[in-house]
């Protein structure tokens, strides 16, 4: 078209006007830490496999879950999810299910077969790992997959440490328990079992080992002494769990006290009930807002008809007769004894009052500092500079199966610089995302789903599992309430909200660019962004 | 509510788009592919409420008549900042006439396009409030009238911005704005004026009036569609906020459009034939002064000589367009008021 | 075909021949016949591939133009006065973005006081508006310049206003020869835009333009208007062709070969002038006329030849300047301004007041022996004016002229009654 001058005009012309240069700030787009998976002892980067997730990509999920932890549908079902506790989504409704959509993909794994990853180039480093719980399994899989040659050792009959004899089954099945551990083993772990290690230093001198991990676990109950009428019927509850377990369970009788306020205590007291005791009680000096154990286990407890005395103390055992004393908690917390006694039919005595390790192994070991039950470590899991390497309930920190999974991974780690003779690096760390940075109006309204429960009457004889799995409706729902903290998911709202199209949207996965030549500054974007995955960072002018 | 919401995804009722969101269900402004209708290199102000509603009614209308569209702009910022030249924003056949004829050119351009058996071409018409509710309301309300195959959208930012800020009779009470200084007993814009456009487009009987705001694209959108489906004279009116004019942070335009909707100051509904067919209900609705807060032209209500009593009477108005419209659920209704 | 009829129904019958697509009509005397007629075509199927719309102002009846021109349709209006005077943001915004719209001026006064009488206020307050204002003298040259203002516009790109008188011409019945349609369609050629909303070829029409480029813009509209000048004595050649009607065109001349005194006027009064000099003309006077037909643009070049000889300019006008005097005088001046002549202004017909063929040779007569004024109101009742003036100097609130002289003249006729009686 001929046009008149100057009045009409051809259309996209503006575009020599870059509007650009108005701009005092620029966004920028950024990746934050979601508060999940800083909280994750294991180290998962939960927001990524939940991204999968929500996707229906399944598998994808799994192998972005399992390039941390082996072991998702155990820690799926033991896990105390600290995840969760953090989760941003608390502050909108509830916590994301993470656990649940971690163990949905853990059984989808071995229901389909899924294999980990194939162990890396050999380096011909030969590692020991003595302990086959889940700090030393955990390390056998991230060597094997770093290309080190692993020998796996335990003093039990079977590979799983407390995973198998201290957890329950109606907690952990042993079917999941073996799938996971084989497919670990698969990788090609040299394993030996039945061998109890007495000399480290003998032991990795003996076998040409570049390196050891130690991830022996706390398998001692600790004893108080208790004045007891009849000692046979006072048990620790690890050795107590131990013996069910092997299928050899002691007799309890009918009414059953369990001490402690720790999940230990819980489980013996769970299992006490399954056993066919009538009475389960659980002693506790302290009050509910200070027990150790975790709020599902209490609740699943509580409706399995287990009670709970609370301010308690026991002070004396007598056949058929337990007596308490009253405890009340002074201003700092801790518990005083008030002078007042009570008493409680009782037919057995379980302590739950925590575990020591045997740290005999290291009586010989050069420059491994032991202090107060504990194998001193340095940050990449190594004691001392000699190459052993201990994690894991061995080690001072929370005793938990996912922070045994994130030692063993963090020790491998440690190791293979050691034996590959790099100095080792710490990670960079992102920002945390928290959740003033959020924009939670974009999050549609959808409460958690439940995992189902077994019926209660049906779990208090029985030792099958309590929960159950998600659906996988309900899993890829569960997953899609993820809110993304901190890490672009690609609702297209900045590209959308830009008054000035200077948002450039480059699909596929690749997420989203500024046009700096168009862009004003006007931060739109940044405060629109659902999961804070943008920010204005002053231009330099 | 007639829209249904999608529930399962995060974000998929709110978000401009979601990678989980079926295709149909993704707004047009999530498409690479979109229109664009006003382009990049626009002199609006930064965070301009204006710039993106007209992008975001204009795709829409692109998408539901592929891509069959001319538009008629009367005077006014929206105007000024896109083709000052020789620039110009549209890439969609955009004609301007004049700040008060507006609804009376698009008349002219549908007739013509009927006359020329053009009828798959469609017509949107759009002007500021000030070209709306006062220089072009005879004009507009002729359109109605006669109902002319026209959809005439009004981006309200509540005032004649271009101009530097004045009052329009869709200047909202107390609102402070170069003619109706903050001064006096009853400082900003006085009490019992101004026009309900929306209310008043209702009464023409045309077959749809909807309003709608920058913070809702779904919504927005999906009215566009509705309306794009429908011919003779239809009126979408869209709450703009505008920066400059408010007094607002520019990061701030799409969360003060949320929560005037959110208040029950700005109601959003939508209507056929003269009858409310549908309302948009709160979802978490806020008290007034959380929307009025963030803006300069409330100022002198908050601070040392505080003004309660006004904000409370702003807040009796907000409360009355939730009655009116029955903006709160019932089951929504527990939860209210709690932020 | 010749035919008895009124002016309103000849123009009204003659646009339709133009095949217009939108047409939008809004009352107001004296144009209201034709736009009736018109609308009457188009319902009952005469006129068809046209919008008529009933629009509820002028200001929308020239924006409804407007969008309609703007996307291709050939658009055609009528108005008068107010009319005009409302819509007129959108009339110079039409010529402004170079719209061919059409539009009848059925010339009327301009209030207040309200006035729904001819005279050529209406016209005048919009010279400067950037269309072109063509003025016809009888109803059949108002009919032929329609078709003529169709061509003219849709090939320059400019809009075009055909002046009829109010009541004058439009309502009058008369002897006109309404062309038939091939006719029409072979002088007239369909409308191709030079600009057009189209969403296969997008544009932006109406682009704010600043002092970087507006002084050219506005010039490029002058030079649009200068080659209306060569274009419209051109158009009117090829209608006579086709027609043997000597309508349109610059400017006529009647009698001036000789003249030693010359009367310049737009539109109907010109044939009571005609009369006036045909009788001074008996008497031996060497007087002649000068028909303006192309008010915009001034055809100042062919008012200069008309008048190069003329001893005296005798400029009658239905409209003026209030604080200046002539309008069309000062174009006339403007023509002449190097050259020796005697120019004379005569204001005449104000809101509708009858010139009589005997005020214009009495006016003659007076500027045969030099004795006209330079600015001239024709049949002015001073006696009136005389008593109003006096009325204002020594009462404070004497109240609105207009109903002091309706007063006064009741009572002058009451007096006069009395008298009789």
């Known amino acids: 078209m001929d046009t008149p001058f100057a009045i009409t005009l051809g259309v996209g012309t503006s575009r020599a006007n870059h509007t650009g240069s108005w701009r005092v700030e620029r966004p920028v787009y950024v990746d934050r830490l979601p508060p999940c998976n800083n909280a994750c002892p294991a180290g998962e980067n939960i927001q990524g496999w939940l991204y999968e997730a929500e996707s229906g990509n399944y598998e994808a999920a799994w192998r972005k879950l399992v390039e941390e932890n082996p072991l998702p549908a155990i820690m799926g079902r033991v896990c105390f999810h600290p995840c969760e506790t953090v989760c941003n989504r608390v502050q909108v409704d509830e916590a994301v299910g993470i656990n649940a959509v971690e163990r949905f993909l853990g059984d989808l794994a071995i229901e389909k077969g899924w294999r980990l990853p194939d162990p890396g180039p050999d380096t011909a480093k030969r590692i020991l790992v003595v302990g086959a719980g889940p700090a030393g399994l955990s390390a056998a899989y991230h060597l094997r997959r770093l290309g080190h040659r692993v020998r796996l050792v335990d003093s039990a009959e079977q590979l799983g440490g407390m995973m198998r004899y201290g957890i329950p089954a109606y907690r952990l099945p042993r079917a999941i328990l073996d799938a996971e551990i084989d497919r670990i083993i698969e990788m090609g772990v040299d394993v030996v079992l039945n061998h109890v290690v007495h000399d480290i230093e003998l032991e990795r001198s003996a076998g040409g080992f570049d390196a050891v991990f130690l991830a022996v676990g706390a398998q001692l109950g600790k004893r108080v002494n208790i004045p007891a009428g009849d000692s046979s019927k006072v048990i620790d509850a690890v050795s107590f769990l131990h013996q069910v377990a092997h299928d050899d369970p002691p007799l309890l009788g009918r009414r059953v006290v369990v001490y402690g306020g720790g999940d230990t205590a819980f489980d013996a007291a769970r299992t006490a009930r399954r056993l066919g005791a009538t009475d389960a009680v659980i002693v506790y000096r302290r009050n509910r807002e200070r027990m150790g154990a975790s709020g599902e286990e209490f609740e699943q407890a509580l409706g399995e008809g287990v009670t709970v005395r609370w301010l308690s103390t026991v002070s004396r055992f007598d056949p058929e007769r337990i007596v308490l004393e009253k405890m009340r908690l002074n201003e700092e917390g801790f518990p005083e004894a008030t002078g007042e006694f009570e008493e409680l039919d009782a037919d057995s005595l379980v302590l739950a009052l925590g575990q020591d390790t045997d740290l005999s192994l290291l009586d010989h070991a050069k420059d491994v500092t032991v202090h107060d039950g504990s194998v001193e470590v340095q940050h990449s899991m190594m004691a001392g500079a000699s190459g052993i390497f201990a994690g894991g309930d061995a080690v001072p920190a929370e005793r938990t199966a996912t922070v045994a999974v994130g030692h063993g991974k963090r020790a491998a780690h440690g190791i293979d610089d050691f034996v590959m003779g790099r100095s080792p690096q710490e990670k960079q760390r992102h920002e945390l995302a928290t959740f003033e940075r959020l924009n939670t109006w974009y999050y549609a309204d959808a409460p958690r789903t439940k995992r189902p429960e077994l019926e209660k009457v049906r779990r208090q004889t029985n030792f099958e599992e309590v929960i159950g799995g998600l659906t996988e409706e309900n899993a890829l729902f569960e997953a899609r309430r993820c809110l993304s903290c901190g890490n672009c998911f690609e609702c297209d709202n900045c590209f959308g909200v830009c008054p000035d199209n200077a948002v450039i949207k480059l699909g596929g996965e690749d997420r989203y660019e500024f046009d700096y030549d168009f862009c004003k500054g006007c931060g739109i974007c940044v405060k629109e962004c659902p999961c804070g995955a943008i920010e204005m960072v002053p231009e330099r002018i | ?339 | 075909m010749l035919r008895q009829i009124e002016g309103s129904r000849a123009i009204a019958e003659t646009v339709a021949l133009c095949r217009p697509e939108v047409v939008c009509a809004y009352p107001i005397s004296p144009q209201t016949h034709i736009i009736e007629a018109v609308g009457a075509m188009v319902k009952s199927g005469v006129l068809t591939s046209c919008e008529f719309i009933n629009v509820e102002s002028e200001f929308a009846a020239m924006s409804v133009a407007i969008g309609a021109s703007a996307t291709g349709a050939r658009s055609y209006t009528a108005t008068a006065s107010q009319g005009l005077l409302f819509m007129v943001e959108a009339v110079f915004n039409a010529s402004g973005l170079g719209l061919p719209i059409v539009m009848t001026l059925a010339n009327r006064a301009i209030g207040a006081p309200i006035n729904i009488w001819n005279d050529h206020s209406d016209a005048m307050a919009v010279r400067d508006a950037g269309w072109i204002q063509l003025f016809a003298e009888t109803n059949q040259e108002a009919a032929d310049l329609h078709v003529q203002a169709f061509k003219l516009a849709e090939e320059l790109s400019v809009p075009v206003m055909v002046c009829v008188d109010g009541f004058i011409l439009t309502h009058a019945v008369e002897g006109v020869d309404i062309l038939d349609q091939a006719s029409v369609d072979s002088f007239l050629p369909p409308y191709e835009p030079r600009q057009v909303l189209d969403v296969d070829e997008p544009v932006s029409i109406g682009a704010m333009v600043g002092p970087e480029a507006f002084e050219e813009v506005r010039y490029l509209a002058y030079l649009r208007q200068r080659d209306a000048l060569e274009r419209i004595p051109e158009i009117a050649r090829t209608f006579n062709d086709l027609t043997g009607r000597d309508s349109g065109g610059l400017i006529r001349t009647y009698r001036t070969d000789d003249a030693e005194i010359v009367v310049v006027a737009l539109g109907s009064v010109l044939g009571t002038i005609k009369d006036a000099v045909d009788i001074r003309r008996d008497l031996g006077e060497r007087i002649g006329v000068v028909g303006i037909t192309t008010f915009r643009p001034f055809p100042s070049e062919a008012v200069r030849s008309a008048l190069a000889n003329a001893r005296q300019v005798v400029v009658l006008e239905k409209a003026f300047s209030t604080g200046f005097g002539g309008v069309l005088s000062t174009d006339v001046a403007m023509s002449l301004r190097d050259m020796d002549f005697d120019l004379r202004t005569v204001v005449a017909g104000l809101g509708g007041r009858a010139i009589t063929r005997r005020s214009i040779e009495e006016m003659l007569e007076k500027a045969q022996h030099d004795d006209l004024e330079s600015l001239t109101f024709l049949d002015l009742d001073q006696g009136a004016v005389e008593r109003e003036r006096e009325r204002m100097r020594t009462v404070r609130r004497s109240g609105p002229s207009a109903e002091n002289l309706l007063r006064d003249r009741t009572a002058d006729l009451s007096k006069a009654v009395r008298r009789g009686a």
């Open chain 2, 1 to 339: 509510m007639t829209d249904q919401r999608v529930h399962f995804y995060q974000v998929g009722s709110f978000a401009v788009g979601n990678r989980l969101l079926s295709p149909d269900d993704r707004t047009v402004q999530s498409q690479r592919d979109r229109t664009n209708s006003i382009d990049s290199g626009h002199r609006a102000c930064q965070g301009c409420g204006e710039a993106l509603g007209a992008r975001y009614a204009l795709d829409a209308a692109m998408r539901a008549t592929n891509g069959r569209v001319v538009a008629v702009n009367a005077t006014g910022c929206l105007e000024v900042f896109s083709t000052p030249y020789p620039e110009t924003s549209w890439r969609i056949p955009w004609l301007h006439s004049l700040f008060g004829n507006a609804p009376a050119v698009a008349t002219g351009v549908a007739a013509a396009l009927r006359v020329k058996g053009k009828g798959d071409v469609r017509v949107v018409a759009q002007a500021g409030d000030g070209g709306t509710v006062d220089i072009g309301f005879g004009a507009l309300s002729g359109m109605f009238e006669r109902n002319d195959d026209v959809l005439f959208i009004c981006y309200d930012n509540e005032g004649y911005m271009n101009t530097g800020v004045q009052r329009s009779a869709a200047t909202p009470p107390a609102a402070r704005t170069a003619t109706t200084d903050a001064v006096g007993p009853e400082p900003g814009n006085i009490f019992g004026t101004g026009k309900d456009l929306p209310r008043i487009a209702m009464a023409h009987d045309i077959p749809y009036v909807a309003t709608a705001t920058v913070a809702d694209l779904h919504d927005l959108e999906r009215k566009v569609e509705r309306a794009m489906a429908m011919h003779g004279a239809r009126y979408l009116h869209v709450l703009v906020p505008c920066p400059l004019g408010w007094g607002s942070a520019s990061n701030d335009t799409i969360h003060i459009a949320r929560l005037a909707k959110e208040s029950g100051l700005f109601p959003v509904f939508e209507a056929e034939h003269g009858k409310v067919t549908s309302v948009s209900t709160i979802r978490r609705r806020v008290p007034v002064e959380q929307y009025l807060s963030l803006q300069r032209r409330y100022g002198h209500l908050f601070g040392s000589n505080a003004r309660p009593d006004i904000v409370a009477r702003i807040q009796a108005i907000a409360d009355e367009n939730i009655a009116r419209y029955a903006l709160i659920d019932d089951a929504t209704e527990s939860q209210e008021m709690s932020a």
